[in-house]
């Protein structure tokens, strides 16, 4: 199985051919998309409802009734990856994120042990409220599970970072279309030549998620996403892939290709994966992540995580 | 004489031989810019410093010992274009500006007949305190002079439009090279395909200004000229010259070609050359506009024209 897109496959990494894989076997995201299009299929499988809120994501996910994509649900409320370490780790990688603050923006560091919140919710179990977890020994994918809690010890931190669901949602409020939510696949991303500050064992190259735009668009985006420092905000680069190691836009390292028309410009953003691949190349004894698509969903709105410039 | 440019030639207009008019006969801005380089000739044709506040400038320039260009004047203060029009034209021009915000900013609107400024500086006189002025009579330039109390009129209305100096000094504040400012010529200027929303009479293309730039630096210059909508604020296009009608950039339609590197991408401000195109295609009866780059050096600091996005 593919350790950053959960793809099942021959192959054990995601790779250049991540997007024959991903037409090959649907990943979760593709599935959890597809109920957004069938209100009914979506009711026959869950409680929840496209208006359900944040809270009740967590308890249906807490019961075992919700053990899928996140995506969609709780429209208008952040969502967040999630990285779990010891505490020997978790200061290395800690300094990872804050000298790598564009792909691994910090929404909240838990203390050891400690899997409540404070600012994304108040009433949530880290170790039950998100729908799937994988656990890693090693780096290697050792169990995947929809309740961490009989993995769970004392010295465990908890790292919830910023996702670009919600720059995303800002987009579309403001007419700016989105290619791969247009197209209902994931979003494009490549590895690219620019390496990230490393941090003890935690190091590697930035990863990129790539939104084809219109020149007035793309002026537009980085308007509205400067104004979402704390999920990934302005782009990282616009308009020429070579400069930053990409020569093949059809061939993304993650994710799906998406058309580039002859009058948009490929605009690339700082990617929440950077921080997953960084995990597993230090290959810690011991780690825990949200499954692929299967984010926290937290009690913070879109809106509040505006900043002005 | 050019008549947008203030070049000397046997052409007319500003047209596709400007850049050899440019290299034949230094426009005035190179000779004010030459004047930067060197204190002590500066010292010797005014009392000016590169550090005069700009009640000093205005002063100079009222008793005309000033009468040249003012890039660089004042440094730190917004600068202004003039467009000065009797009452019956005042109210489509306007409209004009105000339906075309970006390339015709409106910074200040007189009162018919008032010959001072309330937001600019309290104790202007508009009729002496800028270097030197155009006479338009229906479109063609009818004298050019440092004062112009003798062609005063109790109906004639101006307007005061943001200048590209404040933000070009934001980026440069920002280590975002400008490559006009660095080879000491004029930024290149281009007619685009895009009307500007017409009023009245006043109508015509967008021109934009075009400063090359590296990916990372074109983001940042957005994020920076965002947040100065007073003089032109962000671009209107990045990278695709072609579909705002743009077929060479060694050809601008005013001002001098630069080098564009290639890992840089060409980035499109809205131009103050828009209205003064706009006045000269409507041809009024009668028009003062400031000398090309003698401008009104204002009260106001470039950092108050900040907003916050």
């Not at 109920?35 to 499988?45: L, T, Y």
């Amino acid at each position: 199985m593919c350790r950053l897109c959960g793809n099942s496959s021959k192959k054990n990494d995601c790779g250049k051919e991540s997007r024959r894989h991903d037409r090959d076997t649907p990943p979760l995201r593709q599935w959890a998309i597809k109920w957004k299009s069938s209100e009914k299929e979506f009711q026959s499988v869950s409680a929840l409802t496209k208006t359900s809120m944040p809270v009740e994501v967590r308890l249906a996910c807490r019961s075992g009734e919700w053990a899928m994509q996140t995506s969609g649900l709780a429209p208008g409320f952040a969502q967040a990856n999630l990285v779990i370490l010891p505490r020997e780790d978790a200061a290395e990688f800690r300094q990872f994120c804050e000298r790598n603050p564009k792909p691994c923006p910090l929404l909240e560091v838990t203390e050891p042990g400690c899997h409540s919140l404070n600012r994304l919710a108040t009433d949530a179990d880290l170790r039950t409220d998100l729908p799937m977890y994988r656990v890693w020994r090693k780096g290697e994918l050792a169990a995947e599970v929809s309740d961490i809690t009989e993995f769970w010890r004392d010295d465990l931190v908890s790292f919830l970072i910023g996702c670009s669901f919600t720059f995303e949602a800002a987009l579309i409020e403001n007419q700016i279309p989105v290619r791969h939510i247009e197209l209902g696949c994931n979003v494009p991303m490549f590895q690219t030549n620019v390496p990230c500050q490393p941090a003890g064992k935690f190091h590697g190259p930035l990863v990129v998620s790539m939104r084809p735009l219109k020149p007035a668009h793309a002026i537009r985006a980085v308007q509205i996403t400067s104004q979402f420092p704390d999920v990934h905000g302005a782009p990282i680069h616009i308009g020429l892939p070579h400069d930053i190691g990409i020569f093949d836009l059809q061939k993304p390292d993650f994710g799906d290709a998406v058309r580039i028309a002859t009058d948009e410009l490929p605009v690339f953003w700082a990617c929440g994966v950077t921080p997953q691949a960084a995990l597993m190349a230090a290959k810690p004894d011991f780690a825990i992540t949200h499954s692929p698509g299967c984010m926290f969903v937290s009690d913070v709105k879109d809106s509040s995580l505006r900043q002005p410039n």
